[in-house]
């Protein structure tokens, strides 16, 4: 486990909460920018909803394995 | 303690409403496959849509016995009126027959819903035990908020040390741990919102009946004592006199008097605005049931907008094909995480089992 620890002894709000807080904001607008506007609003509920698969994704296939 | 005990509590039942919840996303879709969602013959050009009186007449027709408690305009099939009969103008929900009409022939185009799709849906909403099953999954639903607020507390000790996205294959255990993590974290608002809209939901009974017991009672106070309607207006008639007073509004659906939508009195009139917000936010018009005329028009009050609002917050069925996808993506990495977060507490039990024995300490956080 200590091979993923980062040199950082004890991490910060922002390091933690920062990513998952702005994917947040994220899912949110888009959740309601698809309610609120039927043509751009629904495009971008797509890209802000997609944002936490494809990271997701990205996460995986860059893994570190062993 | 409050997120292992939140959680645990619900799993079953969480788990039984993302999988059911799953196909439903695609209910249109399935429903379009398998039959269940009939569609109009194409109309001649300059064809004449049939009156609504007529295509009453047909459904009754059609069910002999039975009474007509609704009729419904799809907002994306103008060209099909859907009838709602029951054997009588309360009945039982269970025991409503919809069957789609074509508007320019009146001609029946066959049954609305049922099917496979129908058992998914009774699972999802009331697992076949009616007002209180849909109570006690609203009151799982509640848990689940309750297991991801107390999720976010958790994270930080759990992941303080480690970068956002890290994914280890150390163990079975911590690769188990880190996708639960991973994947909580970032569909944590969507959970959120999907998990509140269908709590309110399942409060939809209840709105309703205060609706009626407040402000529709208020509405039809001057009808107090009088027997209810013997001959009903003229649907069309009725129709156009809502439309005027719901001025760039189109007609949703027509309960009949009696219903569990109105009073014994008066045909409800559900208008409905044409943008993807103002098509949810349905306006009453009350109209006599003898006469047609108007008699109220009213908004709903905040507690039914809020309603229905989040109806389409959670069916995630307002923004094309593209969004009922990524609601199904959303919707696997939920099971995912709930079927992760199973399969840690197990481990976890275990390990405190042999650790005790041993008296060696317990894993902790931020290992």
């Known amino acids: ?66 | 303690m409050v997120h292992t005990w939140s959680s645990l509590i619900s799993t079953l039942f969480l788990l039984l409403l993302c999988v059911t919840g799953l196909p439903l996303i695609f209910h249109h879709e399935i429903d379009e496959l398998l039959g269940y969602d009939p569609k109009p013959e194409m109309a001649q050009p300059g064809a004449v849509k049939r009156s609504i009186d007529e295509i009453a007449r047909t459904a009754l027709a059609h069910d002999p016995g039975r009474v007509l408690q609704y009729i419904l305009w799809d907002k994306d099939e103008p060209n099909t009126v859907i009838a709602f009969t029951n054997n009588k103008v309360d009945g039982d929900p269970d025991a409503a027959t919809l069957r789609a009409y074509d508007a320019h022939t009146a001609k029946p185009l066959g049954p609305v819903g049922g099917g496979p799709m129908l058992i998914f849906l009774k699972l999802h909403v009331d697992m076949f035990a009616g007002q209180p099953g849909k109570l006690f999954l609203g009151a799982m639903g509640f848990l689940f908020l309750v297991a991801i607020v107390s999720g976010v507390v958790l994270y930080w000790p759990f992941t303080r040390r480690l970068s956002f996205g890290t994914l280890r294959d150390k163990s079975r255990r911590i690769a188990w741990f880190d996708w639960h993590n991973l994947l909580g974290a970032v569909t944590i608002a969507w959970a959120l919102v999907v998990g509140a809209t269908g709590v309110i939901n399942t409060l939809a009974e209840v709105m309703l009946s205060q609706w009626k017991a407040t402000e529709l009672a208020d509405m039809v106070k001057p009808y107090a004592g009088k027997p209810p309607p013997v001959h009903l207006a003229s649907l069309d008639a009725t129709l156009e006199k809502a439309r005027n007073t719901a001025p760039g509004m189109n007609v949703s659906f027509v309960a009949f008097p009696g219903t569990p939508f109105t009073s014994s009195h008066h045909f409800a009139v559900f208008m409905r605005g044409d943008t993807p917000l103002t098509s949810r936010l349905l306006k009453p018009v009350l109209l006599d049931g003898e006469t047609g005329e108007v008699s109220d028009a009213r908004d709903l009050p905040v507690y039914l907008k809020a309603l229905l609002v989040s109806q389409p917050l959670h069916f995630g069925d307002y923004g094309g094909m593209p969004l009922k996808i990524i609601w199904a993506l959303l919707d696997v990495m939920t099971i995912v995480v709930i079927g992760s977060g199973l399969y840690l507490w197990i481990v976890k039990r275990r390990k405190h089992r042999s650790h005790a024995i041993a008296g060696q300490p317990l894993l902790q956080p931020s290992e």
């Open chain 1, 1 to 66: 486990m200590t091979a993923a620890r980062k040199s950082r002894s004890s991490g910060n709000w922002w390091t933690v909460y920062g990513g998952p807080l702005l994917l947040g904001v994220l899912a949110i607008a888009g959740l309601l920018s698809a309610l609120l506007s039927a043509g751009p609003g629904r495009y971008f509920s797509w890209l802000a909803l997609g944002a936490p698969v494809a990271l997701t994704a990205w996460f995986f296939a860059r893994r570190k394995r062993g």
